[in-house]
């Protein structure tokens, strides 16, 4: 089984600050990582995603995460933040060779403070 | 990117009502789902079907119940809504190793 953990639940950062959201995930198999996006009153908008190769993966807006094996760690950063990227953010973890359902963690809201 | 629609949006209801919240798209995509959104809380699946004619349940128990007879369309029925229903539903997309791509979801409040 499949498990995601995000350590935040609330993160308030000041505008044009960086920000990191943590992303910890629980497996027994390689996995795909995505994080999404989701606005108030909206849907969940991929922002990037993990499939393989580099660890290193850029996203919309500006965001980037690294896959850390080791750590099994997957954490979303930003260098500099604008009140627009105020939103919740989800981590979730997929099985490649499975059924490919995601497992989301329980989001984080990133507040911006202008 | 896959164009994913909800409707209602929105859905205020009384107590024993026979409810559907529809879920379309448009790109052909074989795999479709359901979740189930609390406020502030993670998604959990309700729901998943790999194409026409195919259902399964999803990791949450749950009292709807699904059908997909064309390849564009995956409704979510709720026989008799009762107050514990009331939630975010939103439904997903996806084509084979590809991308969840989700619609806009449906706000359900049962009264």
């Known amino acids: 089984a499949q498990s995601v953990t995000q350590l935040d639940s609330q993160v308030p950062v000041f505008e044009e600050a960086p920000v990191e959201l943590r992303c910890n995930y629980s497996?027994?198999?390689?996995?795909?990582l995505f994080w999404y996006v989701q606005y108030p009153n909206q849907g969940l908008q991929l922002l990037l995603k993990?499939?393989?190769?580099?660890?290193l993966v850029k996203g919309i807006n500006g965001f980037e995460a690294e896959f850390n094996k080791s750590q099994t760690s997957f954490h979303l950063r930003k260098p500099s933040v604008h009140i627009s990227d105020t939103a919740e953010y989800f981590c979730?973890?997929?099985?490649?060779?499975?059924?490919?359902?995601?497992?989301f963690g329980t989001g984080t809201r990133l507040t911006i403070i202008p | 990117e896959a164009d994913i629609y909800q409707t209602p949006r929105y859905l205020v209801i009384g107590t024993g009502k026979k409810i559907t919240l529809e879920c379309s798209q448009t790109?052909?995509?074989?795999?479709m789902y359901w979740y189930q959104q609390d406020p502030g809380m993670e998604l959990h699946l309700i729901h998943y079907?790999?194409?026409?004619?195919?259902?399964e349940k999803g990791d949450l128990s749950s009292e709807s119940t699904v059908s997909r007879i064309r390849t564009e369309h995956f409704p979510l029925t709720l026989e008799s809504a009762r107050p514990s229903h009331t939630s975010q539903y939103l439904c997903?997309?996806?084509?084979?190793?590809?991308?969840?791509?989700f619609g806009p979801g449906t706000r359900l409040l049962v009264l």
């Open positions: 979730a973890v997929s099985d490649p060779g499975g059924n490919e359902k995601l497992t």
């Open positions: 497996s027994s198999v390689s996995v795909y």
């Open positions: 993990y499939l393989s190769g580099s660890t």
């Open positions: 790109m052909g995509h074989d795999k």
């Open positions: 079907s790999y194409g026409v004619n195919s259902t």
């Open positions: 997903a997309c996806r084509a084979y190793q590809e991308t969840q791509y």
